[in-house]
């Protein structure tokens, strides 16, 4: 569950914090205090898109942290592919900062990508906004909903069948690209054969490309080389000043004074291996100096073998290795080329194969969709009725739709909500307070096979009021029982349920205006329910009102 938030210098929240129960936890206030900019930041923190003008005047920075409870192993599971460890007694704790431009992201102090947070959060809390409900007008969110509720049976059909879908586009554009003309089809062919006949002839070696180089690099600079050497052979083995010489007369003063101390013997032996290092060392000089010599032929042999292989690199590959996979593809092309009917042939069948294979994925999805429609069906009925709608006629319609990346299904809600008259889709017939209690019900259904302990519901009371408000409160009691719920309301109906109630205020000191959240005591929750309840100023009428209405609400929990 969500224990608490913290805001720093968010729009009007400067340093706000709310630590929230179990059960339904019920937030409430004035009109424009800031209710939904508390539940936004919630959003913020959990990887949403963050507009700088959020951020509050003056302030360089701005902070969301939430700390989250849970044992639930698939979230365990999820931050070990993260590489981050396991929570602590439990604890999660998501920190998001904030400046213009950029945001930083730490769960349990460990950064992380927002992807990563996101995918996170979604095992931990679902957040229904304000606006929520309208995505029911949308057929597109019909189907969702309808696999997020027959996931476990549908398995990992739906990735199967997206596999088999990319798999039949990517052999259809295959096909399409080689079905060419006589033309075309020849001078692709000459192309080939021209192609691989350029490559075979060069008969590359790999690695040759770079021994070239060194010899070009050699030949190139051949007259440095020897100018350099020749200096070096006289400074170390010839002349008097050479170093040869040098060495040769320290060794004789050395071996002059060794009569006197034995233990000037081992420097004596150091030295002859010094000048016998030197030794060598001049005669491999020697050796190479007589032996170099430019040859214009062997020069010329090089450079024009190192422009062919950078000419064919060029054209084929950065590398030889990639030169020679371009000539092997060419010999493919080739080959297909000598029987290009029967290269279409088969392509055409593989592509049939897999258009069986694809309508046969399909197919088994259908079947599960259809059965986990039925059974939905009949589950959001019961919660519907539950919800004030007294004779609802729902229906969930799967009907046949060209194959697609998501199945060959059209998925529709339908509902009437008065007796004779026919189910129509939702966009046709509800109105903004139905679509609120029917995504209500759709969340409460879903809330036992989403995994996640945590719902929060920002208005979800929009367009309704009298007895269905009591059922939707009455509905958030009982999803409150298995769920942390946290609920943002305007109607008294809903804050009498709480069994937790917090009062969002906005204050203003010193020329400056915060919004901040505080748990309500008993006497504040009966004044805030008289408010709710219309009361301009709060009298003992109201409050004996609000009082009874607590009443009332502890009799349904019961």
Known sequence: MLESIHVKNLALMEDAEARFGPGLNILTGETG??????????????????????????????????????????????????????????????????????????????????????????????????????????????????????????????????????????????????EKDTDALSREQSLAEFECREIEEAHLVPGEDEELERDYRRMVNSRQILEGLGECYRDTGVGEDSAAEQVSRALRSLRVVTAYDDRLHEQEELLLQAEDLLADFNRSISSYLSDAEFDEDAFRTVQDRLDLVNRLKDKYGRTIEEVLAYGAKCRESLARFEDYDAYLEKLRSKLSAAKAEQASLCGKLTAVRRARAKALEKELSAALSELNFDAVDFEIAVEEAPMGSKGADDVEFRISVNPGEPRKPLQNVASGGELSRIMLAVKTVLAGRDGCDALIFDEIDAGISGKTAWKVSTQLGKVSRAHQVICITHLPQIAAMADSHYIIEKTSEGGSTSTGVHPASEEESLAELARLLGADTITEAALENAREMKMQAAKSKI
């Open 33 to 178: 205090a800031g209710k939904s900019l508390l539940m936004g930041s919630v959003g913020l923190a959990l990887g949403d898109r963050f507009d700088p003008g959020m951020l509050r005047h003056g302030a360089d920075t701005a902070q969301v942290e939430l700390v989250f409870r849970s044992e639930s192993e698939t979230l365990r599971e999820a931050m070990a592919e993260m590489d981050l460890d396991p929570p602590e007694d439990g604890l999660v704790i998501i920190s998001r900062k904030f400046s213009p431009g950029r945001s930083s992201c730490r769960i349990n102090g460990e950064s992380v990508t927002t992807k990563q947070l996101k995918s996170l959060a979604s095992e931990l809390i679902t957040v229904h906004g304000q606006h929520e409900s309208e995505t029911l007008l949308h057929k597109s969110s019909h189907l969702e909903i309808l696999d997020q509720y027959g996931a476990e049976e549908e398995g990992n059909l739906p990735e199967q069948v997206r596999s088999a879908y990319r798999l039949v586009a990517d052999l259809e554009a295959e096909l399409a690209g080689e």
